[in-house]
């Protein structure tokens, strides 16, 4: 059973569309994460939910929007999709936030292409 | 803002040379954080270090985590083609995990 899934896998979409990417996890953890990781790997935090409640919002553009039901899911919604969204979206969980125990479990990656 | 540095960007090595990459935080960290990134795959979590001058090692792999606690390396010995992806270390230097900008690890058989 995978442990974070997310869905989907690719995302090819033009300019200015609007779409989503779904993640789930099975580990009964806490907390959930988005992240970011562009062309050159580097890996940043744009978002992070403890028990469905908002913790981090890492100065996204106000067209990311996520959204968490209930602590095993965590959705992210994207608005007027620009050129330079392009980039890996990672989905991961923690069984905390607190430090020593966010160990991050991370989902394989919805890769986005705005063309 | 806080940052966790991470050298060299790169390293390409020949199969069985040894491999190091290192971790710099200018504030104190908590305790760091070490992830794997195959290439096309997703970061897994290797190993957390939380004492200063920690050492652990696993097969290989060793990580050392700095007296002072704002430096980390981990060190492979031996390289193998299965070792190639891309290593983070990951610390707190306040607050909220920050990754290090990652090594990007190929190795030539």
């Known amino acids: 059973d995978t442990a974070v899934s997310q869905t989907p896998k690719y995302l090819v979409t033009q300019m200015g569309n609007d779409k989503s990417i779904k993640c789930e996890q099975n580990?009964?953890?806490?907390?959930m994460y988005w992240y970011k990781q562009d062309s050159k790997k580097f890996l940043k935090i744009m978002f992070s939910?403890?028990?469905?409640?908002?913790?981090i919002n890492e100065t996204v553009p106000n067209r990311f929007s996520p959204k968490s039901p209930d602590k095993a899911h965590l959705n992210l919604h994207i608005n007027s999709l620009e050129l330079g969204d392009s980039a890996v979206y990672f989905c991961?969980?923690?069984?905390?936030?607190?430090?020593?125990?966010?160990?991050?479990?991370f989902g394989p990656g919805t890769r986005l292409t705005v063309l | 803002g806080q940052q966790v540095m991470q050298i060299p960007q790169y390293q390409h090595v020949q199969e069985g040379e040894d491999f190091t990459t290192y971790c710099n935080s200018s504030?104190?960290?908590?305790?760091i954080q070490w992830y794997k990134q195959r290439p096309g795959g997703h970061p897994v979590f290797l190993i957390q270090?939380?004492?200063?001058?920690e050492v652990k090692k696993q097969k290989r792999l060793t990580f050392q985590f700095g007296e002072a606690k704002k430096n980390s390396s981990l060190h492979i010995t031996a390289t193998q083609t299965t070792d190639v992806g891309t290593y983070f270390c990951a610390g707190h230097p306040g607050g909220k995990l920050i990754f290090g900008q990652g090594t990007e690890l190929s190795v030539k058989p």
């Open positions: 991961a969980s923690s069984p905390r936030l607190a430090e020593g125990t966010d160990t991050q479990y």
């Open positions: 939910y403890n028990n469905k409640e908002l913790i």
């Open positions: 504030t104190t960290l908590s305790n």
């Open positions: 580990l009964g953890h806490d907390t």
């Open positions: 270090l939380v004492k200063s001058g």
